[in-house]
């Protein structure tokens, strides 16, 4: 891992005659149908950490997600609510719930269309990075399903007692994902306007905007607009497939899920602490 981001692929010789490349895919709506967190709230309803008030409101957090009506302000109320939902769930059986479900629930809603890009990305040569504001215990083992290089996405903070606390250190979300993109370029030397980028939310067009090539994948209408306004392709995904089930020469062989780095959870996609921000922390420890 380095500095926080899962890395599936060897290390790259640091001496390449051409400036590196790479794609970065927002997760849920782009890669996947749904929201990769909410996905998984009738797991942690079964293994006893929410209760049923808390399944129906989720549920209903999924559908406004699904429906294109999740602005900043109810991503914000989305996000505070899931936190304290959380507090206190134990890391381990968390971890071992979202690894039990991970193939029933995330295989069958992965689209077509991505998982063929994501292969097309590899072959020119491309890392393929997923930028997420879910949490990086759900968001990793789903990158190392699909054969992602490398995952950046949210974290929350883990007490000693390997129970969550509920704190907010950082969300991966917005300006923050670009500002992401941009220390994950330079530490591994991509050249960002060869780069590819690929949303579907507004709330993404900053690390849209630190690309040379852009896409809006199913954008929500405010994308949709600045797509047009700025001559972005924009992409239709619509075919959720398992991966198993993709015609052979054009799949991406999925490589296993990681079990231990399985989970977070429905909270997890709200909270915490990104890769780069450890990575600061640590920096400024060393100078100290």
């Known amino acids: 891992m380095l ?21 970065f895919f927002d997760l849920d709506k782009t890669v996947i149908a749904k929201s990769s967190t909410l996905t998984f709230s009738k797991s ?26 999740a602005d900043h302000d109810q991503m914000e109320r989305m996000r505070k609510y899931l936190s304290a939902l959380c507090r206190g769930w134990d890391v381990q059986l968390v971890k071992e719930l979202v690894a039990e479900t ?50 950046v996405a949210t974290r929350m903070v883990v007490g000693e007692d390997g129970r969550f606390t509920g704190e907010v250190e950082y969300y991966a979300y917005g300006p923050t994902k670009a500002e992401a993109v941009r220390e994950l370029a330079e530490s591994e030397g991509y050249d960002l306007s060869r780069c590819y980028a ?26 949709r607009r600045e797509a047009l306004a700025r001559e972005w392709p ?16 054009i799949s991406v062989p999925p490589r296993p899920a990681l079990v231990a780095a399985a989970a977070l959870g429905a909270a997890a996609a709200t909270a915490g602490l ?15």
């Open 274 to 288: 990104v890769w780069f921000a450890s990575r600061r922390r640590s920096s400024a420890t060393a100078a100290a």
């Open 198 to 223: 690929y949303s579907d939310s507004a709330t993404d067009l900053p690390m849209l905007e630190s690309v040379g090539h852009p896409h809006a994948v199913n954008p929500d209408r405010a994308l």
């Open 44 to 69: 942690f309803y079964q293994g006893g950490l929410i209760n049923r008030r808390a399944v129906l409101r989720t549920a209903y957090a999924q559908f406004v997600f699904l429906a294109g009506g």
């Open 3 to 23: 500095g926080g981001v899962e890395n599936h692929s060897s290390p790259h010789s640091k001496a390449h005659s051409r400036p590196r490349t790479a794609a």
């Open 234 to 249: 924009i992409l239709d995904f619509h075919r959720p497939v398992r991966l198993k089930q993709r015609i052979r020469g």
């Open 102 to 151: 991970l193939h029933d629930l995330i295989d069958p809603i992965i689209y077509d269309e991505a998982a063929s890009l994501i292969e097309e990305h590899h072959t020119a040569g491309r890392d393929v990075v997923i930028v997420s504001t879910s949490g990086a215990e759900v968001v990793e083992p789903i990158g190392e399903l699909l054969g992602a290089d490398r995952v």
